[in-house]
């Protein structure tokens, strides 16, 4: 079955902690992304990859870090610097946007974070 | 900061109804039009895009799209209890990257009553 998993499906953070949430896709997409959903509001741009070794920031970037070393592989790491972490966490994948056109984005299932 | 926006709802409809979600969106260079569905506590699936204007039908649902107005519409007829969700518009834009990425509404929620 082609997919994007996400892990952990909740995740406890205590303040002044960093925690990496996990992204794997096997659907051959090059491009990854990663969003925020909070309560009440529409997804977030966190950040996006286009390409293996290459990604770009997004609205929200401040206190979180990314890695795209393999193309199946897009880590978010939500850092202490991340004044307010609790939200619900979404990562996608598609093929490269091309030209002025962008293509289906295909979500994983969410980690939801909670900072104690 | 481009904008989409849509009416956080909820729209209530009867079964059996039409339904009819809107979507403005501020870039007039996007291209691309999406509508994802969210049930409460899930991740979005999507339901239909759309790249030219005029309509676009796929079984029960259709979209609509006005590029001069900025307007893009999501019907979904026969409406069901099962269709109770969030529906979020998804419109795309030209970052400075280069690259084109997606700027979301905050959703409408739908409510359909047996």
């Known amino acids: 079955d082609g997919g994007i998993t996400q892990s952990p499906k909740y995740l406890f953070r205590k303040e002044g902690q960093n925690v990496t949430l996990s992204c794997e896709q096997n659907?051959?997409?090059?491009?990854m992304y990663w969003y925020r959903q909070d309560p009440g509001q529409g997804l977030r741009l966190i950040y996006y990859?286009?390409?293996?070794?290459?990604?770009q920031k997004g609205d929200i970037a401040e206190g979180y870090s990314v890695s795209r070393e393999k193309k199946e592989s897009f880590p978010l790491t939500v850092t202490s610097a991340q004044k307010n972490p609790t939200a619900f966490y979404l990562c996608?994948?598609?093929?490269?946007?091309?030209?002025?056109?962008?293509?289906?984005?295909?979500f994983g299932p969410g980690t939801r974070l909670t900072v104690l | 900061q481009k904008e989409v926006e849509q009416n956080s709802g909820p729209l209530s409809v009867p079964e059996g109804a039409i339904a009819s979600l809107n979507c403005t969106y501020s870039?007039?260079?996007?291209?691309?039009f999406f509508w994802y569905r969210q049930y409460s506590g899930k991740s979005p699936e999507l339901i239909m895009f759309?790249?030219?204007?005029g309509d676009k039908e796929d079984g029960r649902f259709t979209a609509q799209l006005n590029k001069a107005s900025q307007y893009v519409s999501l019907l979904i007829r026969d409406s069901q209890p099962s269709d109770s969700a969030t529906y979020l518009c998804a419109v795309n834009s030209q970052r400075n990257s280069g690259y084109s990425t997606l700027t979301f509404g905050k959703g409408t929620m739908l409510l359909v009553s047996p």
């Open positions: 996608a994948s598609s093929t490269p946007s091309t030209g002025a056109r962008t293509d289906t984005q295909y």
């Open positions: 759309i790249y030219s204007n």
């Open positions: 659907l051959n997409h090059d491009a």
């Open positions: 870039d007039r260079g996007s291209q691309s």
């Open positions: 990859s286009q390409i293996v070794n290459d990604f």
